[in-house]
């Protein structure tokens, strides 16, 4: 058998029955449960017991209040928290409130209880807009985990340091799922009360899906060879192990193999469209691109630049190929929708192209308006082709009614996006960037309009979990894929584009395709 079939054996016969075993057993009380559902997501196996972790929930959130009145550990209410709002229960932050004093501050009691504190730290990150506890939770949690490990408090193990080393860099939450699932496992194989089945199975399931990675990233690396865009188009980001890397955000799980696919495909050839009109094509250039994608007809291709033509061509045969394999499957019209993605991609790129030719800063306003539409919806639409195991129509309905959290999305996006590039765009004369346009409009230095951009990052991002948790038109797979699509933002632009300069990523990837985890 191949290693694949080895692997897959293994996690189907023998650790899949074991886990769910001990998951299901009735000696578990409820919130035992939730903290084994806990520790199967940070491990990375909790998509093997869908059905279970519902059934479990669904119970579970009919008496909430009764579990939490029967708990005042800061750690389990933490967990409970994450759990239920991450699988799409509302549960209220009014849960933190038996951990303030009369003074309506924390206590600082808590701070004694390191590993309560790193999941009260992880939980706070969930909060929406209305919820002040969340963020005052986060200032608390982050003030005494940073000093702690600043102190090297003899209490905390190494193993746990580091942890929270991590955790203080970049939370669960802002972090690509994959990431942290294996920075995870490493911490948790240092646990001395670890449970060796769990811990077994999740290595072993890192490994198979490491080898659907490695698979897939040479079908894709084919695939944009054959294309040959990196000498056709000289002045392009070659970056294909890079576009791969980001696509896992959206999902990791095996079965979604053909999706991650597609989505790469069309971010890589998302981002040949912004390096050609963002730093290459003349104006004239980038309207008749833009008009190509308008007409989306090859017909109109005569009268292109040569390699304008070849932008377009890339594009569109990209897409015709994805609806000719999707048809059968009953996916065309959610197809359509990305072509719908790529027209405004092309129109958003000739308005930021005239202002930057013609050196016109916007307004903030102004700015956001257009640069949203070159954000991170088509991401989430690309993600939707794929997902065969949710209705279409309703998926292309839901998108099409531009609801809030795509909105969202696109704006921390941009926001994160345009602080993190601003110094490479000003050298190159692209003065009509959010940044620059916030300063001169209200008058401000850099910093203050980096910190003000921020804060409206952070405001976007609650906005996304409160639509993520209130958002009834489409099932919650679809709405995960939308937070997912949050998830690298931090990763790839908190001080630096990390995409752009190669090498920055290059821990993250290596970890994920080249090193498996030992057993």
């Not at 869908?50 to 939490?68: G, R, S, W």
């Not at 890397?245 to 469209?273: D, N, Q, W």
């Not at 794929?386 to 809030?404: G, I, L, V």
């Amino acid at each position: 058998m191949t290693e694949f079939e080895n692997l897959s054996r293994e996690i189907e016969v023998k650790m899949k029955p074991e886990v769910r075993d001990v998951l299901m057993s009735s000696k578990n009380s409820d919130s035992e449960r939730i903290r084994l559902i806990h520790l199967l997501m940070n491990l990375g196996i909790a998509y093997h017991f869908e059905t279970e972790i519902d059934e479990i929930l669904n119970k579970a959130f009919e008496i909430v209040e009764d579990m939490i009145s029967q708990q005042d550990d800061l750690e389990t209410i933490s967990t409970m928290f994450e759990v239920f709002r991450l699988r799409g229960y509302y549960m209220s932050c009014d849960a933190f409130n038996r951990f303030k004093g009369e003074d309506g501050k924390f206590k600082e009691s808590l701070v004694k209880d390191t590993k309560g504190m790193l999941q009260l730290y992880q939980s706070a990150h969930l909060g929406t807009p209305s919820e002040d506890i969340m963020d005052e939770a986060l200032s608390f949690a982050q003030r005494h985990l940073e000093s702690l490990i600043c102190n090297q408090a003899a209490s905390v193990s190494p193993h746990l340091s580091t942890h929270i080393k991590y955790a203080l860099c970049r939370d669960r939450y802002h972090n690509i799922e994959i990431i942290a699932t294996r920075e995870y496992i490493s911490f948790y194989d240092h646990e001395e009360d670890h449970n060796e089945t769990f811990l077994k199975f999740a290595k072993l399931n890192f490994n198979y899906c490491q080898l659907h990675y490695i698979q897939e990233l040479k079908d894709l690396t084919k695939w944009w060879k054959d294309l040959d865009l990196a000498s056709k188009l000289p002045y392009i980001r070659d970056r294909i192990v890079e576009v791969f890397f980001a696509a896992l955000t959206m999902y990791f799980e095996p079965r979604y193999s053909l999706g991650r696919i597609i989505v790469a495909k069309l971010t890589a050839l998302g981002t040949v469209m912004n390096d050609t009109c963002d730093a290459y094509a003349t104006l004239p250039e980038v309207a008749s691109l833009d008009d190509a994608f308008q007409r989306w007809d090859l017909g109109y291709t005569d009268k292109l630049p040569s390699y304008i033509n070849i932008v377009f061509r890339s594009v569109f045969d990209t897409l015709e190929e994805i609806e000719q394999e999707m048809r059968p499957r009953g996916r065309s019209r959610i197809v359509q929708v990305s072509v719908g993605e790529m027209k405004k991609l092309a129109r958003a790129y000739l308005a930021i192209s005239r202002w930057s030719r013609t050196s016109h800063v916007p307004t903030f306003e102004e700015y956001m308006e257009i640069g949203m539409q070159t954000s991170m919806d088509h991401f989430a639409a690309y993600s939707f082709i794929a997902m065969e195991d949710c209705d279409e129509t309703q998926m292309c309905e839901w998108y099409n009614s531009k609801p809030k959290m795509m909105e969202a999305l696109n704006a921390v996006y941009r926001l994160k996006n345009d602080i993190s590039t601003h110094e490479q765009e000003m050298r190159r004369g692209e003065v009509a960037r959010g940044l620059n346009c916030y300063m001169k409009q209200h008058g401000v230095t850099i910093e203050e309009a980096a910190e003000e951009l921020n804060k409206l990052a952070i405001h976007y991002y609650k906005i996304i979990m409160e639509e993520f948790l209130t958002t009834t038109a489409v099932p919650r797979p679809v709405l995960v894929r939308c937070l997912n699509v949050s998830r690298p933002i931090d990763l790839f632009y908190k001080g630096i584009d990390r995409f752009t300069n190669p090498g920055e990523l290059k821990d993250a990837i290596t970890s994920l395709f080249i090193h498996p985890i030992p057993l």
